[in-house]
């Protein structure tokens, strides 16, 4: 177990979601998501995802998690459901703001969320990476980074949503080290996003290893984790493509959670389950509709590192 002290390092206990009003899977994302389901027909999706992100929401909120809960009525976004892939938040009163590889997505930027950031938590400064994309240089937040909070590491697959240049910036800004690597799909299509192929919680961590290309690699990740006295649960393909590796720890009324998808959980083994609740009560959110965009119940939260105002 963790020290107490860094009971709360990993596991925020407060979140940002956003309520999408014309959801659709987007075409513009395609080429390197391979996690999407292709979908003609977006006015049957816009209903099912809200009400699909309104329940997540509320049972969040039920374990005792503060949501801040936006509301996403354009129509030129259709990926705003995912908002920790253009902002994140860290200890200490800092928000990072990302380059986005879409154009779409870089629509998705909000400032009455970094206000409201502001108004409720105290926020030292904005770091605003989004200058970089004129330059084809993207480093799309929680979705390129997995986050060691308690140890200071990044954790980032090569991709074309992952620069190596931003990366290194990031790190060097927030005082991260970097472990940069590549993942590939069983297809042999690289892994477009880091948080679907795993996740870092307090006690243990989750990660498709089958996928990490070089085996040197594989083995210097799990030792990481070993060493950091974190339980390693290795995820198979199968596990990867429902969405099993993502997931995000948060902290609620009583203790830790692991929120993921009811598609993920699904999939993992009794062993497995008895692995996470160990520290974590495991919390299956229904959002299938939001699943086919590509992502699922880590790319909808965003995780609040700030300290709250009185």
């Excluded at 987007?26 to 995802?49: C, I, Y």
């Excluded at 919390?283 to 105002?309: D, K, M």
Aim: proline fraction near 5%; include cysteine.
């Amino acid at each position: 177990m963790a020290p107490r002290s860094e009971f709360f390092i990993q596991a925020p206990s407060a979140v940002v979601m956003v309520r999408p009003h014309h959801f659709m899977v987007n075409a513009e994302t395609a080429a390197d998501n391979r996690f999407q389901v292709a979908e003609h027909n977006a006015n049957d999706l816009s209903p099912l995802a809200y009400e699909e992100i309104t329940r997540a929401a509320a049972l969040l909120q039920e374990e005792g998690v503060a949501v801040h809960l936006f509301e996403d009525e354009a129509s030129d976004t259709p990926d705003s459901v995912f908002p920790n892939n253009w902002f994140s938040t860290h200890p200490g009163g800092y928000v990072a703001v990302y380059p986005m590889k879409a154009l779409s997505r870089r629509r998705e930027r909000r400032s009455d969320i970094i206000q409201m950031l502001k108004r409720c938590y105290r926020v030292q400064a904005v770091i605003d990476y989004s200058g970089l994309e004129p330059d084809g240089l993207f480093l799309e937040g929680t979705g390129a980074m997995v986050l060691d909070h308690i140890h200071r590491v990044v954790y980032a697959v090569r991709s074309e949503r992952t620069n190596p240049i931003v990366l290194e910036r990031f790190c060097n800004q927030f005082s991260f080290e970097p472990v940069l690597f590549s993942a590939k799909d069983p297809s042999g299509a690289d892994i477009y996003h880091t948080n679907v192929l795993m996740c870092v919680a307090t006690d243990f961590a989750m990660i498709g290893l089958d996928m990490i290309t070089d085996p040197v690699t594989q083995h210097e990740i799990v030792h990481r984790f070993e060493r950091a006295g974190r339980r390693v649960i290795g995820l198979t393909n199968r596990q990867i493509q429902s969405f099993a590796g993502n997931a995000i720890e948060l902290q609620g009324r009583n203790g830790r959670i692991l929120a993921l998808s009811t598609t993920a959980f699904l999939t993992l083994t009794p062993e497995q389950i008895d692995v996470i609740s160990e520290s974590a009560k495991l919390l299956p959110l229904a959002i299938p509709t939001v699943e086919r965009a590509g992502g699922s119940v880590r790319c909808t939260i965003a995780g609040i590192h700030l300290t709250r105002r009185d």
